[in-house]
């Protein structure tokens, strides 16, 4: 009669193991989909959520987490794309102490406090960072460091550097372009200008520096780029300024009153400028 008994109790047993490890793995496979749909959470709040929302989403997991390095590297990234340059600053600074801190981590830690206006503190971190660490962005972080010292020469050098490593390369040809602008090598910067249009035609930032260099050679002219009505009438604006600012005070009406009569709505600015230089005589 033992016999039954001692085989239900094995029959019990072994099935309680086979629970127990069926158990382990089902707890490890959701452990496996939470780091899952965590990784692709984090990516949605660096890209497509609100910075402040992501902010908050970082800040909670940070607390949570403290050790987690991709949760305060997502938190400092936040941050940035929030324009609280002051508090990433603060983040990237402990960030970059760990263990397993990158040299991608040192770059957004310096493009921070650039953006923070801390200058000095941000040459010395790219200081940090191995000639071997050829990015885009450190590159483009060191020209415009360069440009701050006013070393032309090493800024040219990196900006170069910083055009070959991207496939788009608009904002740092801007950038370039109106370092030269500064310089006064108004050509140069024309060239720029144009090249970065050519790059990024809806940016127009540099469609309004290009005019700035053209007004500066006396070329009074909206380069052929394309501009909607709205962008051409304050191309206009802008080249006005520039004939006053050269003097051509009569060139300066006309365009004036051309980016007035352009404008869909009612151009203030322009017809702010416009009755100065009529009251002027």
Not at 9 to 20: F, M, S, V
Not at 32 to 46: C, F, G
Not at 251 to 277: G, I, M
């Amino acid at each position: 009669m033992r016999h039954p008994i001692v085989l239900c109790l094995a029959a019990a047993l072994a099935t309680t193991g086979c629970e127990k490890i069926r158990g382990n793995q089902v707890e490890r496979t959701f452990q496996d989909v939470n780091v899952v749909d965590e990784s692709n959470l984090s990516d949605i709040m660096l890209t497509v959520a609100d910075p402040n929302e992501a902010v908050t989403y970082f800040k909670r997991t940070a607390e949570e987490q403290p050790d987690r390095t991709d949760i305060q590297r997502g938190l400092g990234q936040s941050l940035v794309r929030a324009s609280r340059f002051p508090e990433a600053t603060v983040v990237f600074a402990k960030l970059v102490k760990q263990k397993d801190a990158t040299d991608d981590d040192r770059v957004d830690y310096a493009d921070a406090l650039i953006r923070a206006g801390e200058w000095p503190r941000a040459e010395e971190v790219l200081d940090t960072i191995p000639p071997t660490h050829e990015t885009f962005k450190r590159y483009r972080l060191e020209a415009m460091v360069a440009d701050s010292n006013k070393e032309w020469k090493k800024a040219d050098s990196f900006y170069e550097t910083a055009v070959g490593l991207t496939t788009k390369p608009a904002s740092v040809l801007n950038n370039w372009g109106y370092s030269k602008l500064t310089r006064g090598d108004f050509a140069e910067a024309e060239r720029l200008f144009t090249d970065s249009i050519r790059s990024d035609d809806k940016l127009f930032t540099a469609k309004n520096n290009l005019v700035l260099a053209r007004g500066a050679q006396r070329k009074y002219t909206l380069p052929v780029m394309p501009m909607d009505q709205v962008e051409r009438a304050q191309l206009l604006h802008t080249l006005g300024l520039s004939a006053v600012k050269q003097g051509d005070v009569e060139t300066a009406k006309n365009l004036l009153r051309e980016a007035v009569d352009t404008h869909p709505q009612h151009f203030e600015a322009a017809v702010r400028s416009l009755r100065a230089l009529e009251s002027a005589g």
